[in-house]
Antibody
Framework: QVQLQESGPGLVKPSETLSLTCTVS?????????WSWIRQPAGKGLEWVGR???????NYNPSLKSRVTISIDMAKNQLSLNLSGATGADTAVYYC?????????????WGQGTEVTVSS | DTQMTQSPSSLSASVGDRVTITCRPS??????LNWYQQQPGKAPQLLIY???TLQVGVPSRFSGSGSGTNFTLTISSLQPEDFATYYC?????????FGQGTKLEIK
């Protein structure tokens, strides 16, 4: 049973880089999946940040594209999110999620989420 | 971007009721429409993918239908554990986008 676990600082200062890691356990990062970051400000809806494939190929939300980098470490079974120039608008719960290509690309497995606050 | 318009934004219903939530994407997404349930303080959980396929372990009182630009999620007989927020999401175009959510509350 594949499980995802996000980790990282809960507090980030404005203008600094928000960095999070998602560890995949119970399975490996596989070719028939992509791995996304999704965020949710308190009391609001879900926003897709971007995704990465096992090949390292990425897609980002254009609203964040200039600030986002997603990377993958196959040896550690981890994916990472870096969001530069953090502002209060980046305060949110951040989820990592798997999308299965054979399931219409739906997000079938989610981490529990990690809350990040951007504040001085 | 494909905009997802979900309605209603909130809904009050009673245990045993049948409820329907609608999702309308701004362009044709074939059947690349997925539904999620989110309980307070928890991550979303996949209910239905490909517009109509029930995810493993999801009760059969949940069903989805539609294609193109008009989709629905139906709960045939509400149970107490179904009171939550529901999101639709399209997986046809990038960036992936979600509806704004429907909060289902107990009447």
């Amino acid at each position: 049973q594949v499980q995802l676990q996000e980790s990282g600082p809960g507090l980030v200062k404005p203008s600094e880089t928000l960095s999070l890691t998602c560890t995949v356990s119970g399975g490996s990062i596989s070719r028939d999946s992509s791995w996304s970051w999704i965020r949710q400000p308190a009391g609001k809806g879900l926003e897709w940040v971007g995704r990465i494939y096992d090949s390292g190929s990425t897609n980002y939300n254009p609203s964040l594209k200039s600030r986002v980098t997603i990377s993958i470490d196959m040896a550690k079974n981890q994916l990472s999110l870096n969001l530069s120039g953090a502002t209060g608008a980046d305060t949110a719960v951040y989820y990592c999620a798997r999308a299965m290509s054979r399931a219409f690309g739906a997000f079938d497995i989610w981490g529990q989420g990690t809350e990040v606050t951007v504040s001085s | 971007d494909t905009q997802m318009t979900q309605s209603p934004s909130s809904l009050s219903a009673s245990v045993g009721d049948r409820v329907t939530i609608t999702c309308r994407p701004s362009q044709n997404i074939l059947r690349y429409l997925n539904w999620y349930q989110q309980q307070p303080g928890k991550a979303p959980q996949l209910l239905i993918y490909g517009a109509a396929t029930l995810q493993v372990g999801v009760p059969s009182r949940f069903s989805g239908s539609g294609s193109g630009t008009n989709f629905t999620l139906t709960i045939s007989s509400l149970q107490p554990e179904d009171f939550a927020t529901y999101y639709c999401q399209q997986s046809f175009t990038t960036p992936r986008t979600f509806g704004q959510g429907t909060k289902l509350e107990i009447k």
